[in-house]
């Protein structure tokens, strides 16, 4: 047994801590310093009352808590002991605790499913079946570099672009957007880092908490959780059925947006008629509902898509996302919504406060791209190269799945909408691929009671590693529904 300690140090009474407060920090100090070892026996309640000259109350609420902590514990006989676990209690109570600050913040994580996907989407070996990005044999590499040899640029191209973005690009956007019949001024254009960064801003910058975002199913946006994270009911609603009288029995008296892809939608890949589009335009503007158009995918039709939502809109009532992600380079962080000009001046406040703006080089690429022949050009050749992709995947399709699967033809994009006649698409199938390094993007991220679909994209994988993984998934099906 160890001897009884003797104090000589006494609280301070004329600072802000309390006296409890530097008690037990003085007795934990002690202890976590090694100078009162495990076993050690701290003198009895009354002692240290008089030996530190406060309330016998104060010594009896510091010890206490000191035992609710498992510092000190109290042992049969009497008297209080420094505990056996002590030292580890009290690193443990010294670090922050991580995990109780990271499920308490506001941003939701991700499924799971996607988590693994992010994972091994960085392995080389993997073959990616479902990945929404263009394979590096598409990419304009050569003609990027060259770029960048052609470009002059000035100190202030350079600097921190203006709050909105770089004015040439913003100017260049203009008149590429008035082709499509998108009246556009370059002051109710903000430039963005990417259609994610677009929906991240909106939904920080214009909406109430547990305001209403709609959207069609299955969706990407069950996929992020850029409004999930910032408090909003998001609601999947079919746009085939009394649209209105839906949206209006769910909107209430609440701030609501519509969220759709007219063009290419992700992950089905469809594209939304004339009619079904003026008809939603026409719903939402009588029910007082933006609507955002997400329009990444448009360029990458392989017949002329309808004309834009926001091409249609007399009324300020569409806010309009594009990129260059899906069409020249993911690397380039480079995308634009257009809106009225308070909203675009809203969102421009919100990202200059997150980031100070996007890449003054990626903005300069884009914009010697947009006002030379450069990006139509790529553009053009690259659905050509496309649509030779979805036609090689199709045969393959036809040959090994018709019995056991169906899909519509693509129409452009990156995405075969695959549906398997039983539902067993389910994580065990999506975990066992990954074990024969093949990496799908399962329906039930977009829609969390889909187990019918896999999102099949022929854009990245090499037509070889397409083979291969399609010849590999179709096994892998075949083997779960012998078992069934």
Same mark, same amino acid.
Not at 179 to 189: L, M, N, T, V
Not at 195 to 210: H, K, V
Not at 355 to 363: E, I, R, V
Not at 472 to 482: E, W
């Given at each position: 047994?160890?001897?009884?300690?003797?104090?000589?140090?006494?609280?301070?009474?004329?600072?802000?801590?309390?006296?409890?407060?530097?008690?037990?920090?003085? !007795?934990?100090?002690? =202890?976590?310093?090694? @100078?009162?070892?495990?076993?050690?026996?701290?003198?009895?309640?009354?002692?240290?009352?008089?030996?530190?000259?406060?309330?016998?109350?104060?010594?009896?609420?510091?010890?206490?808590?000191?035992?609710?902590?498992?510092?000190?514990?109290?042992?049969?006989?009497?008297?209080? &002991?420094?505990?056996?676990?002590?030292?580890?209690?009290?690193?443990?109570?010294?670090?922050?605790?991580?995990?109780?600050?990271?499920?308490?913040?506001?941003?939701?994580?991700?499924?799971? #499913?996607?988590?693994? =996907?992010? @994972?091994?989407?960085?392995?080389?070996?993997?073959?990616?079946?479902?990945? /929404?990005?263009?394979?590096?044999?598409?990419?304009?590499?050569?003609?990027?570099?060259?770029?960048?040899?052609?470009?002059?640029?000035?100190?202030?191209? !350079?600097?921190?672009?203006?709050?909105?973005?770089?004015?040439?690009?913003?100017?260049?956007?203009?008149?590429?957007?008035?082709?499509?019949?998108?009246?556009?001024?370059?002051?109710?254009?903000?430039? +963005?880092?990417?259609?994610?960064?677009?929906?991240?801003?909106?939904?920080?910058?214009?909406?109430?908490?547990?305001?209403?975002?709609?959207?069609?199913?299955?969706?990407?946006?069950?996929? =992020?959780?850029?409004?999930?994270?910032?408090?909003?009911?998001?609601?999947?609603?079919?746009?085939?059925?009394?649209?209105?009288? #839906?949206?209006?029995?769910?909107? /209430?008296?609440?701030?609501?947006?519509?969220?759709? +892809?007219?063009?290419?939608?992700?992950?089905?890949?469809?594209?939304?008629?004339?009619?079904?589009?003026?008809?939603?335009?026409?719903?939402?503007?009588?029910?007082?509902?933006?609507?955002?158009?997400?329009?990444?995918?448009?360029?990458?039709?392989?017949?002329?898509?309808?004309?834009?939502?926001?091409?249609?809109?007399?009324?300020?009532? +569409?806010? &309009?996302?594009?990129?260059?992600?899906?069409?020249?380079?993911?690397?380039?962080?480079?995308?634009?919504?257009?809106?009225?000009?308070?909203?675009?001046?809203?969102? *421009?406040?919100?990202?200059?406060?997150?980031?100070?703006?996007?890449? *003054?080089?990626?903005?300069?690429?884009?914009?010697?791209?947009?006002?030379?022949?450069?990006?139509?050009?790529?553009?053009?050749?690259?659905?050509?190269?496309?649509?030779?992709?979805?036609?090689?995947?199709?045969?393959?399709?036809?040959?090994?799945?018709?019995?056991?699967?169906?899909?519509?033809?693509?129409?452009?994009?990156?995405?075969?909408?695959?549906?398997?006649?039983?539902?067993? +698409?389910?994580?065990?199938?999506?975990?066992?691929?990954?074990?024969?390094?093949?990496?799908?993007?399962?329906?039930?991220?977009?829609?969390?009671?889909?187990?019918?679909?896999?999102?099949?994209?022929?854009?990245?994988? #090499?037509?070889?590693?397409?083979?291969?993984?399609?010849?590999?998934?179709?096994?892998?099906?075949?083997?779960?529904?012998?078992?069934?």
């Amino acid at each position: 047994m160890k001897g009884l300690i003797l104090l000589q140090w006494k609280p301070n009474r004329t600072i802000h801590l309390s006296l409890h407060d530097q008690i037990y920090n003085w !007795i934990s100090a002690r =202890i976590q310093q090694g @100078e009162w070892t495990i076993g050690t026996k701290l003198p009895s309640q009354r002692k240290l009352s008089e030996m530190l000259e406060v309330n016998r109350s104060t010594v009896i609420q510091v010890l206490d808590e000191l035992k609710a902590n498992g510092i000190v514990e109290s042992k049969l006989g009497g008297g209080t &002991y420094v505990s056996n676990n002590s030292w580890n209690r009290l690193l443990n109570h010294e670090q922050p605790n991580w995990h109780k600050h990271i499920h308490a913040s506001i941003h939701e994580p991700n499924f799971h #499913t996607i988590q693994l =996907i992010n @994972e091994h989407e960085q392995d080389p070996s993997m073959i990616r079946l479902g990945t /929404g990005e263009l394979s590096p044999d598409l990419l304009p590499t050569a003609l990027l570099e060259h770029s960048l040899q052609t470009i002059s640029l000035h100190a202030r191209d !350079i600097g921190y672009s203006e709050p909105k973005g770089s004015k040439k690009l913003r100017v260049a956007l203009s008149e590429y957007l008035q082709k499509r019949g998108i009246h556009a001024s370059p002051e109710s254009i903000l430039i +963005v880092s990417g259609a994610l960064q677009a929906l991240q801003l909106i939904s920080l910058g214009i909406l109430e908490q547990r305001s209403n975002v709609f959207q069609e199913p299955p969706s990407y946006l069950n996929s =992020i959780h850029p409004f999930q994270s910032a408090g909003m009911r998001v609601i999947s609603v079919s746009i085939e059925q009394q649209l209105k009288k #839906t949206l209006k029995a769910l909107k /209430g008296k609440k701030q609501s947006l519509f969220y759709t +892809v007219p063009t290419l939608n992700n992950p089905t890949g469809r594209i939304l008629s004339i009619e079904e589009r003026r008809a939603l335009l026409e719903i939402c503007t009588s029910l007082h509902i933006p609507i955002i158009e997400d329009d990444v995918y448009h360029e990458l039709a392989f017949e002329d898509a309808p004309p834009s939502l926001k091409s249609m809109d007399q009324s300020g009532q +569409v806010l &309009y996302i594009g990129s260059v992600s899906k069409t020249l380079s993911p690397g380039l962080r480079i995308g634009w919504v257009v809106a009225p000009e308070p909203v675009i001046n809203r969102l *421009a406040d919100i990202k200059m406060q997150t980031d100070y703006g996007s890449s *003054a080089f990626s903005q300069q690429i884009v914009t010697h791209w947009l006002t030379s022949s450069l990006y139509e050009s790529h553009v053009g050749r690259l659905r050509q190269q496309l649509q030779k992709r979805a036609a090689f995947v199709e045969t393959i399709l036809t040959k090994d799945f018709g019995q056991i699967a169906a899909w519509e033809k693509p129409k452009g994009g990156f995405y075969i909408w695959l549906r398997f006649n039983e539902p067993i +698409v389910h994580k065990a199938l999506f975990q066992q691929l990954i074990k024969q390094k093949v990496l799908i993007n399962p329906g039930y991220i977009y829609d969390p009671k889909d187990f019918h679909h896999i999102r099949l994209s022929y854009a990245y994988a #090499t037509l070889e590693e397409l083979k291969e993984g399609l010849h590999i998934l179709v096994k892998a099906i075949n083997g779960v529904l012998d078992k069934n």
